[in-house]
């Protein structure tokens, strides 16, 4: 009782509005681990005239909350970590719209603000603690807390690549008793992920090790993507450990299409993904 009873205060702590009526979630408490600069809002990039909304620093991981539609709600939960080469993120078509999709659907989906810019280690740490709070906080949002799972695009895919297969990993010092929690995602979805086969001769990412404890993945990627092999190289890797593992490969595409209008590959993978998230989360006992 007395855990949840400190949970719930971190949570009534954490938790500020923003203008637009999202909850906003400050995941580090106190200071965040390795950075001495400190806590400020995210820094936005000037518009480039292309559409996107770009975030060029975060000092202060958070979560954006998408509550789940009421008659749809499903008790599942998706952490959304939008692309960027992890210098950047691009917050809104790889971020905000699919939060925006995934809550028509009934999930309660969450966009990370994860650290950048050239942050790897910070935004793994940022990656685990997020799914710590949720699942720990599961309560607030009548969440299943066997599924709750991360869906992620180019660097964000690779992140959630990375928290998947090193979700065990201690990689800071406890802040309080979220840490405790499981950081494994139940599922992870990687759209046109990239940085996954940088190992000798193309192989799979070192850092990324694949036992049976991976969650199942969902991958779609477009042919003429140059991060395309990531998707190849990791498909095979899980499918070599019995792991379940789904990959599509688009025609044409590009890279970077998220959510964008216009683009046949941004049309394509929401309803094969819907498919495949509503095949998983029915698979899943709840305990």
């Not at 994860?114 to 309560?139: E, F, H, T, W």
């Not at 695009?153 to 990993?169: D, K, N, P, Q, V």
């Not at 019995?242 to 929401?270: C, D, S, T």
Request: aromatic fraction near 8%.
């Amino acid at each position: 009782m007395l855990r949840y009873i400190l949970l719930t205060l971190l949570t009534i702590i954490a938790i500020r509005a923003e203008a637009n009526d999202q909850a906003v979630i400050s995941l580090w408490p106190d200071q965040v681990p390795g950075q001495s600069e400190p806590k400020a809002p995210p820094v936005y990039a000037p518009t480039r005239g292309d559409g996107i909304t770009r975030i060029k620093k975060v000092t202060d991981p958070a979560l954006v909350v998408y509550e789940a539609a009421p008659e749809k709600h499903n008790g599942a939960a998706v952490i959304i970590c939008p692309g960027g080469g992890y210098s950047i993120l691009a917050i809104d078509h790889e971020g905000t719209k699919v939060a925006e999709w995934l809550s028509e659907l009934g999930y309660t989906a969450f966009v990370l603000q994860y650290r950048v810019p050239k942050n790897r280690s910070g935004a793994l740490q940022d990656a685990q603690r997020a799914i710590r709070y949720v699942r720990g906080n599961r309560q607030k949002w009548k969440l299943d807390e066997n599924k709750i799972g991360v869906i992620g695009f180019s660097a964000g895919g690779s992140l959630c690549a990375r928290l998947s297969t090193r979700y065990a990993e201690e990689l800071y010092p406890r802040q309080d008793e979220l840490d405790a929690v499981s950081a494994r995602p139940d599922f992870a979805v990687l759209i046109y992920p990239a940085y996954l086969d940088e190992g000798e001769g193309k192989t799979l990412t070192p850092e990324l090790k694949i036992t049976k404890e991976t969650p199942p993945m969902f991958l779609f990627v477009a042919e003429d993507d140059g991060f395309a092999d990531s998707s190849r190289v990791m498909t095979a890797a899980l499918q070599a450990k019995g792991i379940p593992a789904e990959m599509y490969l688009y025609p044409r595409g590009g890279h970077g299409f998220g959510m964008k209008e216009g683009n046949a590959a941004a049309a394509v993978w929401p309803p094969l993904c819907a498919q495949w998230l509503a095949k998983t989360i029915s698979s899943v006992s709840s305990k």
